[in-house]
């Protein structure tokens, strides 16, 4: 009958709403939440200036690129939570326990650059097989966006990845992060600039510190050789491969495809 029909299908709502109010209010489901409205917002804003698929293409990259660290971080035991995005900000991942040592936070911020140079590639790839301009443009910007974060400075990736290697190595960041704001000067460089600057100076004073010497007292030799053999390999595979990209970008007629 109609009638016990309603009956049957009120209650199951009932509970449906109940079920999805408790999903809503637990804390992964939340953290998902925020990973998912932060990347809209991202795709919104990048949109007005690039236009929507560019915008999905490009938050995906980084995308890609976060849960590189993410996955890093996991294997290394390491609690962390989903990204999060803010448009000209980028994106990042919240270790919610630090690495125990200098080889650990390297192999973390390493797996960013790696995933995401490798998600940039197959892009690459569709552009190619496609005759696609957009996805060479999407594949240019993500080479583009993982060399960055290769510059040797903390915050990025970089600063991370050579402290392993020789914390001084980050004295070499600040004049190729100049280079890239006189390139295209920014006020994200500026912030990035601040905050590496200040990393810098806190590196030098710790610098007799015994808890940093601990920090780096586990690093050997070979680790120092492999990750820095890692680094070079990577930074000369996106430095070729963005010049390339731009110089097929340039070409007459290259506006052509979708």
Same mark, same amino acid.
């Given at each position: 009958?109609?009638?016990s029909?309603?009956?049957?299908?009120a209650?199951?709502i009932g509970r449906? @709403?109940?079920? &999805?109010?408790? $999903? !809503?209010?637990?804390?992964?489901l939340?953290k998902?939440?925020?990973t998912g409205g932060s990347? =809209?917002?991202?795709i919104?804003?990048?949109a007005l200036?690039y236009?929507?698929?560019?915008?999905?293409?490009?938050?995906?990259?980084l995308?890609?690129?976060e849960?590189?660290?993410f996955?890093?971080a996991r294997?290394?035991?390491?609690p962390?939570?989903?990204p999060?995005?803010?448009?000209?900000m980028?994106?990042w991942i919240e270790?919610?326990?630090?690495?125990?040592?200098a080889e650990?936070e390297a192999?973390?911020?390493?797996?960013g650059p790696v @995933?995401?140079? &490798?998600?940039? $590639? !197959?892009?690459?790839?569709?552009?190619?097989n496609?005759?696609?301009h957009?996805l060479?443009? =999407?594949?240019?910007s993500g080479f583009?966006?993982?060399?960055?974060n290769?510059?040797?400075?903390?915050?990025?990736?970089g600063g991370r990845?050579t402290?392993?290697?020789?914390?001084r190595?980050?004295?070499?960041g600040?004049?190729v992060l100049?280079?890239v704001?006189m390139?295209?000067?920014s006020p994200?460089?500026?912030f990035?600039g601040?905050l590496a600057?200040?990393?810098?100076?806190?590196?030098?004073?710790?610098?007799h510190?015994p808890a940093q010497q601990?920090?780096?007292?586990?690093t050997?030799?070979?680790t120092r050789?492999t990750?820095?053999?890692?680094y070079?390999?990577?930074?000369?595979?996106l430095a070729?491969?963005?010049?390339?990209l731009?110089?097929?970008?340039q070409?007459p007629?290259?506006s052509g495809?979708a």
């Amino acid at each position: 009958m109609p009638g016990s029909a309603a009956g049957g299908v009120a209650p199951n709502i009932g509970r449906m @709403l109940k079920i &999805l109010f408790l $999903l !809503l209010s637990g804390a992964k489901l939340g953290k998902l939440l925020t990973t998912g409205g932060s990347m =809209l917002l991202s795709i919104g804003v990048y949109a007005l200036l690039y236009g929507w698929r560019f915008a999905a293409g490009f938050v995906g990259l980084l995308f890609v690129h976060e849960m590189g660290h993410f996955i890093a971080a996991r294997q290394r035991g390491l609690p962390v939570g989903w990204p999060t995005f803010i448009p000209f900000m980028g994106a990042w991942i919240e270790l919610k326990q630090m690495p125990h040592n200098a080889e650990t936070e390297a192999y973390v911020g390493l797996g960013g650059p790696v @995933l995401g140079t &490798l998600g940039s $590639l !197959l892009v690459y790839v569709f552009a190619r097989n496609e005759g696609s301009h957009l996805l060479l443009a =999407l594949a240019y910007s993500g080479f583009f966006l993982n060399l960055f974060n290769l510059i040797p400075l903390s915050p990025l990736d970089g600063g991370r990845i050579t402290q392993v290697i020789s914390p001084r190595l980050w004295l070499l960041g600040l004049p190729v992060l100049g280079a890239v704001f006189m390139w295209r000067p920014s006020p994200l460089l500026i912030f990035v600039g601040v905050l590496a600057g200040l990393q810098l100076w806190q590196a030098r004073k710790r610098r007799h510190d015994p808890a940093q010497q601990a920090y780096h007292a586990s690093t050997t030799a070979t680790t120092r050789l492999t990750y820095g053999a890692i680094y070079v390999l990577l930074l000369a595979f996106l430095a070729v491969m963005c010049h390339d990209l731009h110089e097929m970008l340039q070409r007459p007629g290259a506006s052509g495809g979708a």
